[in-house]
T-cell receptor, first 112, second 111 residues
């Protein structure tokens, strides 16, 4: 158990819909990262927050947005969903940006 | 684009044998990390090696780093069926850039 929690575990929705994925980092970790993992693209970095502020941005689509709240939990919002958005979405946290990252169990999103 | 690339893509060995996976990368790094992922689960951090280190051990794991060749290797000794997983290398170019993961090596350890 990494100490990072993610909800929900599974999500099935339809194209065009909007969903919110939630992540609670390990106690004391200020950095939160979001990743998308699909079979053909591997693990893709989406975005990083540090203590409430956006720190780095990766291959995140404009339809996707994220935020980190004062209690350090983070949410990833995915809108206008497409079939290709079906993937595993991971959240990770770390104490410092260049140190080990601790991953949550992931949210498996299926867009039908 | 991917920074780290693991080789081989897939590896199948018998229990008790050693498994070696390699990672090559393109730019200078601050550190390189190895992670394990069991099917459909979250990644688990295994070991971090800094750019000024050449070798690091953790239990049955040995990691080497050759910055002149921009490559790293992960050796798992006396493998067990429970080591069956995908193994990823991730490079940290600096403290202000995100980790970049390779596509991983799928290791199968047959009992």
């Amino acid at each position: 158990d990494s100490g990072v929690t993610q909800t929900p575990k599974h999500l099935i929705t339809a194209t065009g819909q909007r969903v919110t994925l939630r992540c609670s980092p390990r106690s004391g970790d200020l950095s939160v990262y979001w990743y998308q993992q699909s079979l053909d693209q591997g693990l893709q970095f989406l975005i990083q927050y540090y203590n409430g502020e956006e720190r780095a941005k990766g291959n995140i689509l404009e339809r996707f947005s994220a935020q980190q709240f004062p209690d350090l939990h983070s949410e990833l919002n995915l809108s206008s969903l497409e079939l290709g958005d079906s993937a595993l979405y991971f959240c990770a946290s770390s104490v410092e940006s260049s140190g080990p990252q601790y991953f949550g169990p992931g949210t498996r999103l299926l867009v039908l | 684009s991917q920074q780290g690339e693991e080789d081989p893509q897939a590896l199948s060995i018998q229990e008790g044998e050693n498994a070696t996976m390699n990672c090559s990368y393109k730019t200078s790094i601050n550190n390189l990390q190895w992670y394990r992922q069991n099917s459909g689960r979250g990644l688990v951090h295994l070991i971090l090696i800094r750019s000024n280190e050449r070798e690091k051990h953790s239990g049955r794991l040995r990691v080497t780093l050759d910055t002149s060749k921009k490559s790293s290797s992960l050796l798992i000794t006396a493998s067990r069926a429970a080591d069956t997983a995908s193994y990823f290398c991730a490079t940290d170019a600096s403290g202000n850039t995100p980790l970049v993961f390779g596509k991983g090596t799928r290791l199968s350890v047959i009992a």
